[in-house]
């Protein structure tokens, strides 16, 4: 998307209500317009969409399952929903996720409909690797109804018409999208790298342009003797995220904590080059068929006077899970 600048000159009062809607409409309008082809959009809990971080969790899990994630901050509204398909017949999974990125009472949107394979080959009984390719279909549109410009404001009322002479044919932009990743599974530890926007490593349309990303992920599952005399016990698995996207260094730091149907996470999100922290905590419930968690984020930085909190929601549906397998099998640090 072209980064659209307006510069208002206001000389007459207005009430607050209108100066809000007209000044809250022009920084989102700048801001999504730099964040439309920079960085990609994230969940506060990392794992809540696990093919958000590498496509070679596809299909991991030894249930099919069905996802539903909303998050909500004072600005935008951000949706996804996937469908994970284990197919162990042929040794893969598959998933397909959509997601939404609203920005300003859906002025700003960036859909995005992908289909991933990943192939899952098995090492030993207690190691296997996955590794996947993703295609996306991404669309990014404006709807320039809701945006508020100067001359729709009439000076003596203060009412807003719907008249305008600015431009506001904004373009839509339609588009192919490649990503790849592959993930070591064993016993104890998981690490994995995907890069996204393959193909924008090549291209030179600014329009159509999503920075290359690069997540490289490692994660060590920590569990004592008795959980293999089948006590659901204490396990914890402590997580490290770091992601480079338009020479931007981000370190995402968790630890998981699971204890019968109970689960929290503890994440740490640095941003190292905009020098911004964001603490995070999931809390939730787990049992075969129904996972649920709510997880709550807040953002401060040297750069914001206040700091911006975080609210999501997320609920997955497992079905058709595959027949217990045997302990000595049993590959732990699968677990999110």
């Not at 969790?57 to 935008?76: D, M, P, R, W």
């Not at 996937?82 to 609203?102: E, M, Q, T």
């Not at 990943?118 to 996955?130: E, G, P, R, V």
Request: charged share 15%; glycine share 2%; with cysteine.
């Amino acid at each position: 998307m072209k980064i659209v600048k307006f510069i208002i000159f206001i000389k007459f009062k207005i009430t607050s209500y209108y100066l809000k809607r007209i000044i809250l409409s022009l920084l989102i309008f700048i801001s999504i317009s730099k964040m439309s082809y920079s960085q990609d959009y994230t969940f506060a809990d990392p794992y809540s969409e696990k093919t958000f971080v590498n496509p070679a969790f596809a299909g991991i899990l030894e249930c099919k399952s069905f996802t539903l994630n909303y998050q909500k901050q004072f600005v935008y509204d951000f949706y996804s929903a996937s469908l994970n398909l284990n197919l162990n017949k042929i040794k893969s999974g598959a998933s397909f996720v959509i997601s939404n990125f609203s920005q300003g009472k859906n002025t700003f949107n960036d859909l995005y409909v992908s289909g991933i394979y990943a192939y899952h080959l098995k090492i030993s009984n207690f190691s296997k690797l996955s590794s996947a390719i993703q295609i996306s279909y991404i669309n990014k549109s404006i709807n320039p109804e809701n945006l508020v410009f100067p001359d729709m404001i009439n000076p003596e009322t203060g009412t807003i018409s719907t008249q305008t002479q600015e431009i506001t044919n904004y373009p839509t932009v339609n588009k192919v999208d490649f990503s790849a990743g592959t993930s070591f599974f064993s016993k104890k530890i998981r690490l994995g790298i995907a890069i996204f926007h393959i193909q924008d490593i090549f291209t030179k349309n600014i329009e159509e342009y999503n920075s290359p990303k690069i997540n490289i992920h490692f994660a060590k599952h920590f569990f004592n003797n008795s959980f293999d005399n089948n006590k659901k016990l204490i396990r914890f698995t402590p997580e490290i995220i770091y992601t480079y996207q338009n020479n931007v260094d981000k370190l995402t730091i968790g630890l998981l904590l699971e204890k019968n149907i109970f689960f929290s996470k503890f994440w740490l999100k640095n941003n190292i080059d905009f020098k911004s922290f964001t603490p995070v905590i999931t809390l939730g419930l787990n049992n075969k068929k129904l996972r649920l968690s709510y997880t709550y984020s807040i953002t401060l930085s040297k750069y914001i006077s206040l700091p911006i909190s975080t609210n999501q929601v997320s609920l997955t549906y497992n079905f058709n899970c595959s027949k217990k397998r045997n302990k000595t099998n049993t590959i732990y640090c699968i677990n999110f």
